[in-house]
């Protein structure tokens, strides 16, 4: 008896029939950035493709986003007023609920995530109230209001919600108050592994959320702990969140395996604004095949484990797919 050491070479349509891993367009959650105005839509430079857009231009892109197949976003908005509690928006007539509003109207097929935070909105940018004494997020007044945030998301028509601040409790906070709103089935997507990320950078120039002192570090994660990401996102299944998320996605693939293996909900990553720009910016200035880098990327993530991506490239993979 020998063992055979010589592996079949399978031809290409057996390699397709066996391929573990794939990655279609109802993977994705496409973020997009709405500010106030008509007609405007202004590139990022520091993230090539993405665009800050007021309300009627966010319309068109779902119009044109539902053509590739791509019927889920994620909506974060960029208020023309921004005070120390983020009041434009915890108010019926604020931007988030405006756009909201608008998207489910125009296109009800659309299914809308909003993103729950007050980094945005507040003119420190941080993603809750300041404790001035302290210097630092307060985090129960925090949850107050995030729960008022939640129940203007959920009027407003919103499809799910999705905390980012990482405060301690935000899950049962929120899931008491949607239930005592009476939306006891408007599921919550929780930020629930997010680590404090030089990975952001980009994001805080199309949303203008940098912090004017100090960082999210004492609310966001280390990037140095791995039981502390399992825990965190444990913490908040055990709080009754539907989908748990790891944000950034490829630093901390570990953590999303581990999660995962530990965990019977579907979960998420968020491909970040820097992740983004890398590719990006590699690819225009011709060092890699951008295309096929950014799908080996996407099944990456399918392979550790996601079952949800939230990506700025989502658009154009939704376009690569159609090929
Ligand atoms: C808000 C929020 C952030 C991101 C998503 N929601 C910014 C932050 O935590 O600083 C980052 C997304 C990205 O970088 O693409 N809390
Ligand atoms: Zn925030």
Not at 165 to 168: A, L, P, S, V
Not at 182 to 186: H, I, K, S
Not at 209 to 215: A, E, H, L, R
């Given at each position: 008896m020998f063992q055979r050491f010589r592996r079949t070479r399978l031809n290409s349509h057996l390699r397709s029939l066996v391929r573990e891993t794939s990655v279609g367009v109802n993977d994705f959650i496409y973020p997009l950035f709405v500010r106030s105005g008509e007609g405007i839509k202004t590139e990022v430079a520091s993230m090539p493709g993405v665009f800050q857009m007021s309300i009627d231009e966010v319309l068109k892109e779902c119009g044109e986003i539902k053509k590739l197949g791509l019927y889920s976003i994620i909506l974060f908005g960029i208020p023309d007023v921004k005070d120390s509690i983020g009041s434009d928006s915890l108010c019926e007539h604020g931007i988030i609920a405006k756009a909201i509003r608008a998207v489910k109207e125009a296109h009800p097929d659309m299914f809308v995530v909003t993103d729950l935070c007050f980094c945005e909105y507040t003119e420190h940018g941080h993603c809750g109230i300041i404790d001035e004494k302290h210097q630092t997020v307060n985090n129960d007044a925090t949850l107050k209001i995030s729960a008022q945030q939640a129940i203007v998301h959920a009027k407003a028509g919103a499809d799910m919600i999705a905390p980012s601040?990482?405060?301690?409790g935000i899950i049962t906070t929120l899931r008491d108050a949607l239930d005592g709103a009476?939306?006891?089935?408007?599921p919550i997507m929780s930020y629930s592994t997010k680590f404090a990320s030089g990975y952001y950078g980009p994001f805080r120039d199309v949303a203008e959320?940098?912090?004017?002192?100090?960082?999210r570090a004492s609310y966001q994660m280390d990037p140095a702990n791995r039981r502390e990401a399992i825990a965190e996102s444990i913490s908040d299944e055990l709080q009754g969140a539907d989908i748990l998320m790891v944000k950034p996605a490829l630093a901390y693939l570990d953590i999303v395996r581990e999660i995962k293996d530990n965990t019977s909900l579907p979960m998420a990553v968020y491909n970040v604004s820097g992740e983004y720009a890398m590719l990006k910016m590699a690819g225009k200035n011709g060092l890699i095949d951008y295309e096929r880098v950014v799908m080996e990327t996407m099944i990456a993530f399918k392979r550790a484990g996601a079952d949800i991506i939230i990506s700025y490239h989502a658009k154009e993979v939704a376009k690569m797919l159609q090929k």
């Open positions: 601040g990482m405060m301690d009476g939306y006891e089935n408007l959320s940098t912090p004017s002192f100090g960082d």
